[in-house]
């Protein structure tokens, strides 16, 4: 396996090791140093691997850490220069690997929690039409395109998307809400229906953020509150994230 094909295979197997900040820094820093390269030695390639061992998955830093010495777990991190040093390593990747869709929305996360909407949509996007089967990727879009502003595209990537939906499912639902916003009782009682329970704790960050858009915090609180300790999607980590701002 070639160093490029090593990036595409493995790069966001992301690790779960609690590691400490200037490590991280230290070792990202030198793949991306590694990535600039045309050739590389056996030694840089055990170097690159282990730069890659380093890059972890985005989850809330602990409030009482010691920010002069931060140590990170799984999810969104909100030290900014750690966040800017992820971007560039996960642009990168892109640049090397355009049809690798598991890098745009590790990239529409980090746009998110920098409020950069339109870059966000774009990332999710992006990952809608590169060949990923999840269908939450044209939702989140939509959000991120509603909070830039732009209505049109927010719209029309639901659009797009909605006929590859099972009508009877409860994110069938939430695109129609979010093409139609008007009362929210049918998407609720399609989440209240779905027996898939993580699906249906995803759509409650949606619903939550349509209440936070119309001015309706506490209400979207209740909601994050209710979903933000749940792991194994990016809606979750996004709901803890939106209870801190």
């Not at 070639?2 to 070792?27: A, G, P, Q, R």
């Not at 998110?112 to 990952?127: D, H, L, P, T, V």
């Not at 209710?226 to 939106?242: C, H, N, Q, T, V």
Request: glycine share 4%.
């Amino acid at each position: 396996i070639n160093l490029k094909e090593e990036i595409i295979l493995d790069t966001l197997l992301l690790s779960t090791k609690i590691v400490e900040f200037e490590k991280v820094n230290e070792s990202v820093s030198k793949g991306i140093l590694l990535l600039n390269k045309k050739t590389h030695s056996d030694l840089e390639t055990i170097n690159f691997e282990h730069a890659i061992s380093r890059i972890m998955v985005l989850t809330p830093l602990n409030k009482n850490t010691n920010k002069n010495n931060t140590k990170i777990s799984n999810g969104i991190i909100d030290d900014v220069n750690l966040n800017n040093l992820i971007m560039e390593y996960y642009e990168k990747i892109i640049s090397l690997a355009s049809d690798y869709h598991y890098a745009y929305p590790a990239l529409g996360k980090l746009y998110y929690i920098k409020s950069q909407w339109n870059k966000a949509a774009e990332m999710y996007a992006r990952a809608s039409f590169s060949g990923s089967k999840e269908m939450t990727y044209p939702l989140m879009a939509s959000l991120c395109f509603s909070l830039d502003g732009d209505e049109k595209k927010a719209k029309s990537i639901l659009n797009d998307n909605i006929g590859k939906l099972d009508r009877s499912s409860s994110i069938y639902e939430m695109y129609r809400y979010y093409l139609n916003p008007s009362s929210p009782y049918f998407v609720q009682l399609a989440i209240d229906k779905d027996k898939n329970e993580q699906l249906r704790d995803r759509m409650k960050f949606y619903l939550a953020m349509v209440d936070k858009i119309n001015g309706h915090k506490d209400t979207a609180a209740i909601i994050f509150n209710e979903i933000a300790m749940r792991k194994g999607a990016y809606e979750f980590e996004l709901a803890s994230y939106e209870l801190e701002n």
